[in-house]
């Protein structure tokens, strides 16, 4: 089971996208759609937007002109996300438009987002170390904030096996490790975002955002399954041998519409 074996990034993103819409707290954009434009567009600036996701979901969600800045290191990445906001309206069928911006979103400073109405990210904080963290918060604070699906590094699958708890041990070491000299925070990502933001006296709303995968979703639970155990047996080399029958048996169960997978995320709204 190795990182090979799963889908290109691109792909991953489009596969999961279903599941990130259900789970996003929804409850949360009461305070949003509430912001005051006056007559300006609202603008919007996502960190991280992948393949524009957040921008597809939240963009219809939301009244009047918006205008959106996409945020990401990868310029492939940013080309399919403004392609795939073409023809996106409000909810109220206003005007949405884009532009993308190719670079390092963790040196973006407060200046970068002046003219922000709203920063949004999703499945971001996790890949963040706490240098990000308090860099990306200092340059949010003073307007709302809405960082959505951030790995809590709670998994339940159904039927339990005795190995679950191991690889979810061992993928959440994997999350936690050191990249170029970077100790990325996983699963402790969003208590230590909501601890920055305290730091600046802004309060922050948290919502369970689950991942609640069944038969139905057999495809993207196999994936994860692959990606998660990949991962899990890249920290931990001795768990190899023992993972090849687990993942025949997972994937078995998954196939035949018995697997159930839980993954447990949360969203954060700061300032709203």
């Known amino acids: ?23 996003r707290a929804e409850d949360l954009l009461d305070a949003v759609r509430a912001l005051p434009t006056g ?24 009244p009047g002109p918006q205008h959106w800045v996409l945020h990401d290191r990868d310029a ?5 996300a403004a392609e795939g906001m073409t023809g996106v309206r409000a909810a109220d069928g206003a005007p949405v438009t884009v532009r993308t911006s190719c670079g390092d ?6 200046a970068d987002l002046a003219e922000a109405s709203l920063v949004t990210a ?31 590094g709670r998994v339940r699958l159904s039927p339990t096996d005795p190995l679950d708890e191991e690889v979810e041990a061992a993928f959440n070491d ?21 601890a920055a933001f305290a730091r600046h006296g802004v309060d922050v709303r948290e919502r369970p955002s689950p991942w609640r995968l069944g038969p139905e979703q057999a495809d993207l639970a196999a994936e994860w399954l692959r990606g998660w155990l990949g991962a899990a047996c890249e920290q931990r080399p001795d768990l190899a041998g023992p993972a090849q029958a687990y993942a025949r048996r997972r994937l078995a169960d998954a196939a ?12 954060l709204l700061a300032g709203g």
Do not use: K, Y
């Open 1 to 23: 089971m190795t990182a090979e074996e799963t889908l290109p990034f691109a792909d991953w993103l489009r596969l999961r996208e279903p599941a990130d819409a259900a789970a």
């Open 39 to 62: 007559n300006a567009p609202t603008v919007i600036h996502d960190l991280g937007s992948g393949t524009g996701s957040m921008g597809r979901w939240l963009a219809a969600r939301l």
């Open 76 to 80: 492939d990445l940013l080309a399919r």
């Open 105 to 110: 979103l963790t040196r973006l400073t407060a």
């Open 122 to 152: 999703s499945a971001l904080l996790d890949m963040l170390t706490a240098d990000d963290v308090e860099r990306v918060v200092a340059a949010c604070v003073g307007r709302p904030a809405l960082f959505a699906i951030s790995v809590t």
């Open 174 to 194: 994997h999350q936690r490790r050191t990249v170029d000299g970077r100790r990325l925070l996983g699963p402790d990502a969003a208590a230590a975002t909501v």
């Open 256 to 267: 035949a519409g018995r697997l159930t997978v839980v993954v447990d995320h949360t969203d």
